[in-house]
């Protein structure tokens, strides 16, 4: 073939031309965990491989950050074989992983690599695992209870298709235990698990203990607590996006992740590493940036709904703590778990004076509604007293809502207790609930015709009693603990 040294130029200009080449760049500085870049063209987010593709493997990095010209990457892998100079390649892309089906029943990493010795997962279609929420105009109002199979929760904290609650507990206090228990008796179609930052030892736990049978409908994504800050980080974003497919496949989709603690302390990692200044508790204000674009993504479509369950560590019980307060702030509703409950052997250890569901007045029917109140009433007087109880100086009579709940606390716990193994459906629960009521009304009626007293303001409850007496309830009566 003859000489062409037009066509050579040619070539050459096409290749200059070529987006990849000319936006590659080379390692300058790495700075702990940050990785510093020059020459390099990409945007927030995108995804680059570090590392020159001649002597082994490359390390997919993150676009984080730009300082003085220079592009700052943050690994999703070991920083090994990498010195100044290295090559680095954007890809174009942010962060995607394959979904699809063939999840169902899988443990992934955070980076959509499969943990469970499944063998490799086939591919499937691409998506992003950021992406913006559903459209607020063209979200379906939330008007159905989803049931969790949790008595507790399904009457006095219900949760509605496509509602985001958070659970609030300190640690050991029975989150796991709890959220394997919904996955397995909920009445959503499909589970997804995100967890976050947990110990590599409690991964199987949950996973052969909590979730058991459950694990055929649910995917489970994981980023131990040794994985590097951005794929605790992307683990969330990528157990969302999976949830998000389903969801556009038109199921109803559990998400819970476990725990929005440790996805927000992998963010402030990132955002010390970057020069962010520390704000709140040390956490840095793209910490809270970044929590609504986490939590605003469940929730419903015209498609199908995610309904979400977010675990937040309280340390010390300490419920103000910002990532709680700001959690709360977010999400539509909240359900505390309590260390005074799960030491007193009441388990599920729902507090249910202090959670609250935003959407009770929507999803169930004013005669649920209304007997859950009234339960509600008892258990509140019962507490404001407890102390007088324990020692046994309460006066019978002081307090008739009191009364009420002295003389039906083991009917109380039988409802509020419930064994991880022994689901109830919702409706069941609603009926429990109701016999519950009537039961304690009936007691209330019975002191009330033996005393003629007038109602209570709070709850149109029979008023004071005359009746003498202290019966010095068990100081074992944990619901109210
Ligand atoms: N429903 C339950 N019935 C009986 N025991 C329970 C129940 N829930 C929790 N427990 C007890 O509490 C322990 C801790 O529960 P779990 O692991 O669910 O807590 P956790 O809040 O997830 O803890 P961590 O903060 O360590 O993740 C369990 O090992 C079990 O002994
Ligand atoms: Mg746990």
């Not at 089906?101 to 029943?105: E, H, I, R, S």
């Not at 008796?185 to 179609?189: D, E, H, L, N, S």
């Given at each position: 073939m003859p000489f062409d040294p037009a066509g050579l130029l040619r070539a050459h200009a096409a290749l200059r031309q070529r987006e990849l080449i000319q936006r590659r760049g080379r390692v300058g500085d790495v700075i702990g965990l940050i990785i510093e870049a020059t020459g390099l063209e990409a945007e927030i987010g995108e995804l680059c491989w570090v590392g020159d593709p001649r002597r082994g493997a490359r390390v997919p990095t993150e676009v984080v950050g730009f300082r003085s010209g220079r592009t700052l990457l943050m690994p999703l892998g070991e920083l090994g074989?990498?010195?100044?100079?290295t090559p680095v390649e954007p890809t174009g892309s942010p962060f995607r992983v394959t979904v699809g089906?063939?999840?169902?029943?899988r443990v992934i990493d955070g980076?959509?690599?499969?943990?469970?010795?499944?063998?490799p997962i086939a591919t499937g279609m691409w998506r992003s695992t950021t992406a913006p929420p559903p459209d607020a105009f063209t979200r379906p109002r939330i008007r159905d209870r989803v049931g969790l199979g949790v008595r507790a929760l399904d009457t006095l904290v219900p949760c509605g298709r496509g509602q985001r609650l958070g659970i609030f507990a300190g640690s050991g206090v029975g989150k796991s235990s709890l959220l394997g228990m919904i996955a397995r008796?909920?009445?959503?179609?499909v589970n997804v698990i995100g967890l976050v930052g947990?110990?590599?030892?409690e991964v199987r736990e949950f996973i052969e203990r909590d979730l058991g049978d459950a694990l055929e409908h649910s995917v489970v994504v994981v980023a131990t607590s040794d994985q590097p800050a951005l794929v605790r980080i992307r683990a969330a974003f990528t157990a969302t996006a999976i949830a998000e497919y389903f969801r556009d496949e038109g199921s109803d989709v559990m998400l819970m992740m476990d725990s929005v603690t440790r996805f927000a302390m992998a963010q402030r990692e990132v955002g010390l590493a970057i020069g962010e200044p520390p704000a709140t508790r040390g956490y840095t204000p793209s910490v809270f940036a970044l929590l609504p674009r986490l939590l605003e993504r469940a929730g419903t479509s015209p498609d199908g709904s995610i309904t979400g369950l977010y675990t937040v560590l309280v340390d010390g019980d300490d419920m103000n703590e910002p990532i709680a307060d700001a959690v709360r702030s977010i999400l539509d509703g909240h359900v505390v778990l309590t260390r005074a409950l799960a030491h007193a052997g009441?388990?599920?250890?729902?507090d249910v004076l202090q959670s609250v569901s935003r959407l009770i007045t929507e999803i169930i029917t004013p005669e649920i509604q209304r007997a859950g109140q009234h339960v509600r009433s008892a258990m509140a007087a019962y507490r404001d007293k407890e102390d007088l109880i324990s020692i046994g100086a309460y006066q019978r009579g002081t307090d008739p809502l009191a009364d009420v709940a002295i003389d039906n606390r083991l009917a109380l716990n039988e409802f509020l207790r419930q064994a991880v193994d022994d689901p109830t459906a919702a409706q069941q629960a609603d009926a429990m609930l109701l016999e519950l009521d009537a039961a304690m009304g009936g007691s209330a009626r019975a002191q009330q015709s033996t005393t003629e007293a007038p109602p209570a303001?709070?709850?149109?409850?029979?008023g004071e009693t005359a009746a003498a007496g202290t019966p010095g309830a068990s100081p074992e009566l944990s619901l109210v603990a």
């Open positions: 074989g990498i010195g100044p100079g089906p063939q999840l169902l029943g980076l959509g690599n499969p943990l469970d010795g499944g063998g008796y909920t009445t959503a179609q947990e110990r590599g030892r009441h388990y599920p250890a729902i303001a709070e709850t149109g409850e029979p």
